[in-house]
């Protein structure tokens, strides 16, 4: 049984991903910080990782023999507010827990974002320059550079993702489900377009790399694009919502402060080579979506929020 080592196991992809591979048979430690969890099925361990010799005493807790590094301060417009948090956070604990896995021989996986890219000529493959655009982008980019140098065997896996979280509103596909589903209107940016991948489905592949050892920097975020707003749109359609409630704007019109890339198009042949699997287009990741929202699965997971 593999002991692995879940960070940010109080977020959307760390409590998704722990589940996930607690059920596949990992012997799982999920961190958690200021969100404790209560009644999961892995070992939790409360710890600021950003405080100096935290790394290294859960470690010789844990003794992990993987690590998949999900903990950031991953909301844009938090890492805006708070530079020096989300460097301390983003760039500088993911080189710090690098060297650590790297001197006693731990695999690791390494979150990392579309964000690294500008976004003005899409789609980007993992040999692109990354120019990110906000703090959190060039504290994630910083984070990368950080671990390719401490530990050349880690994957850095570039995701965006959404599903259902323990706060119940973490993700974009909870923003507009929370809201059509009251009745209220939202906006629906046109001119930004992504490739989120369900959590579920990008945990099922990180659980993959991590079994087939992948290194380097690879791109885990689903093989179809669309616009936020299409994305809202098609997410009313399969919960039978009203998308007349979605209106159909420019991302300037917004009151968003951290500067968003508009073309996050991002290329998975890398990763389909790799696995000989591409990962999923939209429609099914949506369906899948809705049948775990009818099996009662974001209260079962809002249950774990301490
Ligand atoms: N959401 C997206 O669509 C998206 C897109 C691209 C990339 N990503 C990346 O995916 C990863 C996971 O994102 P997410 O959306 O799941 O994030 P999230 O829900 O905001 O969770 C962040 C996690 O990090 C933990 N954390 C933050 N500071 C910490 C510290 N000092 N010590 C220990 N733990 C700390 C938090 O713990 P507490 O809550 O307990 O404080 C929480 O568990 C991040 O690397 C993010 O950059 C996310």
Redo the contacts with the bound molecule.
Sequence with gaps: MTRLLV????????LNLALEAAQHGYQVAG?????PLRDVPFAVYP????QPGAIEALFNDVRPEAVIH??????LEAAEANPELAWS??AELPGQLAQIAHRYGIQLIH?????VFDGVAGPYSETDLPNPQSVYGRS?LAGEQAVANACPDAMIAR????GW?PSGK??LAEFFFNNLSTGQKVMGFTDVTFC?LLVNELASFLLLGLKQKLAGVYHVVSRECLSKYAFGVALARQFGLDEALIRPVSVLESSLVARRSPDLRLKTDKLAQALHLAPPAQASGLQRFYELYQSGYPQKIRSYHG
């Design positions: 960070t940010g196991a109080s977020g959307l992809l760390g961190v958690t910080h200021l969100n710890a600021d990782l950003a999900c903990a950031a301060v991953a909301n956070v983003n979150i990392s974002t579309d964000a994630k995701v965006n993702f959404y979280s973490r993700s989120p």
